[in-house]
C-alpha cells in the first residue's frame, strides 16, 4: 500500500509538472456529463493470512462537473458483485460473496488538455455501500465432537457481514477523449466487514467509463 501512495504521489507530480497551459479557463459554469460505467475487480479483505483474493465486476452510472481549473466533482452509483475465499488452518474455511450498491464521491485532478478531452488524472473518492445479497459457506476443519460441518447462509445478516461500508477510493486514469475513460483504483474499506471479527475490504478495480 505504501508503494502504491508513493507511485501515485511522484506520477502526479510529473503530470502537474508536465501538463500544457491553457488560454482560457472554464468555471463551475460548466454544464454535468452523464455517462455508463463498467468495470472488474479482484476483492479481499485485511486478514493477514489465509485470505483468497476473487475476481468480481462493476455496473452503474456516472456524472461528471467541472468545478474549477483541473478540479473535477464525479460522482457514481454502481452494483458491485465480490467476494473472497479464506483458511484458518485447522479451523474453519469459507466462501464469500457479497452484492453490493456503491455510492461513489470522486475528486479528480486531471493534467491534460481540457479542449480535447485526453489525458492523465489522479483521484480520490470516499464510498458508502449498502449490501443487498450473496451467501457464505463456512466449513468446520476442526476433528473434534463440535465439528458442525458446512454452514451456509445470507452474507449480510446477523450472524455475518454488516450491511453497511465506508472507505476510500484511490488511483490513476486517463481521459481518451471527451467520451471515455479509463481508471484503476485501489479499495481500502474502514469499517469491519464482520461483525465478530475486524476485517476490512481491500481490493483493485479496473473501470471504463461512456459518457454520452
Not at 473535477?72 to 474455511?93: D, I, L, N, V
Not at 466449513?139 to 458442525?148: A, P, V, Y
Request: proline residues 2%; aromatic residues 18%.
Amino acid at each position: 500500500m505504501k508503494r502504491f501512495l508513493v507511485v501515485l504521489f511522484l506520477l502526479s507530480s510529473f503530470f502537474a509538472s508536465s501538463q500544457p497551459v491553457e488560454t482560457y479557463v472554464k468555471s463551475s459554469s460548466e454544464p454535468w456529463r452523464y455517462g455508463l460505467r463498467g468495470g472488474v475487480s479482484y476483492d479481499g479483505v485485511s486478514l493477514q493470512q489465509g485470505v483468497e483474493y476473487k475476481f468480481g465486476y462493476k455496473l452503474g452510472l456516472v456524472a461528471e462537473k467541472r468545478l474549477v481549473y483541473n478540479l473535477y466533482f464525479q460522482p457514481a452509483m454502481t452494483f458491485h458483485k465480490k467476494g473472497y475465499a479464506f483458511e484458518q488452518r485447522f479451523h474453519s474455511k469459507g466462501d464469500v460473496d457479497a452484492m453490493v450498491i456503491e455510492l461513489a464521491a470522486n475528486l479528480l485532478l486531471k493534467f491534460g488538455d481540457a479542449r480535447l478531452g485526453k489525458g492523465f488524472y489522479i483521484g480520490v473518492s470516499p464510498y458508502v455501500s449498502f449490501g443487498v445479497g450473496g451467501k457464505t459457506k463456512v466449513e468446520d476443519l476442526r476433528n473434534t465432537d463440535d465439528n458442525w460441518g458446512v454452514i451456509e447462509d445470507n452474507s449480510f445478516s446477523l450472524h455475518r457481514m454488516r450491511t453497511m461500508d465506508i472507505g476510500f477510493l484511490l488511483g490513476i486514469g486517463y481521459d481518451f477523449n471527451h467520451s471515455f475513460e479509463m481508471g484503476a483504483y485501489y479499495c481500502m474499506g474502514l469499517q469491519s466487514t464482520l461483525r465478530s471479527a475486524n476485517f476490512m475490504w481491500r481490493g483493485f478495480q479496473l473501470n471504463l467509463s461512456y459518457f454520452f
